[in-house]
């Protein structure tokens, strides 16, 4: 009993008040995107139940067996990708599940935390200043980052190659490295453009002119800025958003949920979101620096950065600042696998500030 109280008292109590509150902002959101659906807000509470029973098993292990599983998760992963490409489920003309007869995932979701864990490990032993080891993490990266995209899932691969990049950044790849990678990109640009199916194209073209086609490609995201730019300063109030209520918002309840919110709750409610989420990241990231760990600093820095991805991603597509990719909004949008990853990392942060005096 002791043992269980001291393990309570170990938890970041303030982290977990922060994504309660995410959570709750959540409740209200998509109660009011589902058309007052209490089914579908009952079945997100059972989702985030279990996400907190995730949190608990993940917090009570040591960062070490975490580093020990590594390795082995990352293959896993691999192996799973590689079976999703060859006899994955195909939804929508897209090859990302894997049926196991009682229910379907995405594999993809694992290398979300897979792909972070194996560089930190990596670079916990290995210098990151030799060229080396840099493309060795960097092939890392590429494998399941190629497999994703191939399925296609240009959302979901953005965000394993941005853990990917924060873990090379926090185990200091020297800066050149970086400005390579993105001038080689910035000039491969006409080529890559080639190899983009139909759809990602016109998402980018969409971005560029919405009104191009306004009832085609261009429809969710003219409502979507149409949701947010009548929400004015307060908002016309919960419950009362008629873009939502009159479904002109596609996807209202998951990728879209924040055009609802911003409608609802006005750019008052949309600065009191995004400061609930900074000070996720920012907690995130002081319980890693003030590891001593290398493995564990690198890994739960590079997944609270990695969390500032799936917002800005989020919200810039949303709001027409950024293609829609499909990322839905951490802890807000309705949704099972990606709601379970996010926990997860969650429960990584906790682990490593629950053992902190032990790495200190």
């Given at each position: 009993m002791m043992q269980v109280r001291g393990f309570f008292r170990s938890l970041d109590i303030g982290l977990i008040l922060l994504?309660?509150?995410?959570?709750?902002?959540?409740?209200?959101?998509?109660?009011?995107?589902?058309?007052?659906?209490?089914?579908?807000?009952?079945?997100?509470?059972?989702?985030?139940?279990?996400?907190?029973?995730?949190?608990?098993?993940?917090?009570?292990?040591?960062?070490?067996?975490?580093?020990a599983w590594a390795p082995y998760l990352y293959f896993l992963g691999l192996v799973l990708l590689i079976l999703v490409a060859v006899a994955g489920e195909i939804r929508l003309g897209a090859r990302r599940?894997?049926?196991?007869?009682?229910?379907?995932?995405?594999?993809?979701?694992?290398?979300?935390?897979?792909?972070?864990?194996?560089?930190?490990?990596?670079?916990?032993?290995e210098s990151a200043r030799n060229t080396k080891s840099v493309l060795i993490g960097l092939l890392l990266m590429g494998l399941p980052f190629v497999l994703v995209l191939k399925q296609p899932d240009l959302g979901t691969a953005s965000l394993i190659a941005a853990a990917g990049f924060f873990v090379l950044w926090l185990a200091g790849v020297p800066f050149v490295w970086f400005a390579g990678l993105g001038t080689l990109l910035l000039a491969s640009a006409p080529?890559?453009?080639?190899?983009?199916?139909?759809?990602?194209?016109?998402?980018?073209?969409?971005?560029?002119?919405?009104?191009?086609?306004p009832l085609g490609s261009g429809y969710h995201i003219i409502q979507s800025m149409i949701a947010i730019g009548s929400g004015g300063v307060m908002g016309k109030g919960w419950l009362q958003g008629t873009q939502a209520r009159l479904d002109f918002?596609?996807?209202?309840?998951?990728?879209f949920i924040f055009a609802v919110f911003a409608e609802e709750f006005g750019l008052a409610g949309e600065i009191v979101?995004?400061?609930?989420?900074?000070?996720?990241?920012?907690?995130?990231?002081?319980?890693?620096?003030?590891n001593k760990d290398p493995f564990a600093r690198i890994l739960s820095g590079a997944l609270s950065l990695t969390l500032f991805v799936y917002v800005f991603a989020n919200m810039g597509m949303v709001s027409g600042i950024l293609p829609v990719v499909g990322v839905p909004l951490p802890f807000i949008s309705y949704g099972g696998t990606s709601m379970i990853t996010l926990m997860a990392t969650f429960g990584i942060l906790m682990s490593v500030h629950a053992h902190r005096r032990i790495n200190a």
């Open positions: 994504v309660v509150m995410l959570m709750m902002v959540s409740m209200l959101a998509l109660y009011s995107a589902s058309g007052q659906d209490t089914a579908m807000v009952l079945r997100q509470l059972m989702r985030y139940g279990l996400g907190f029973a995730v949190v608990l098993l993940i917090a009570r292990m040591p960062p070490r067996i975490l580093y599940w894997l049926d196991l007869g009682f229910m379907s995932f995405q594999p993809s979701e694992i290398m979300k935390l897979a792909l972070p864990m194996f560089l930190a490990r990596y670079y916990s032993q080529v890559l453009w080639h190899f983009l199916h139909e759809y990602q194209r016109q998402r980018i073209l969409t971005l560029l002119d919405p009104q191009a086609d918002i596609p996807e209202s309840h998951t990728d979101l995004l400061s609930l989420y900074l000070l996720v990241i920012g907690r995130g990231l002081i319980i890693a620096f003030e």
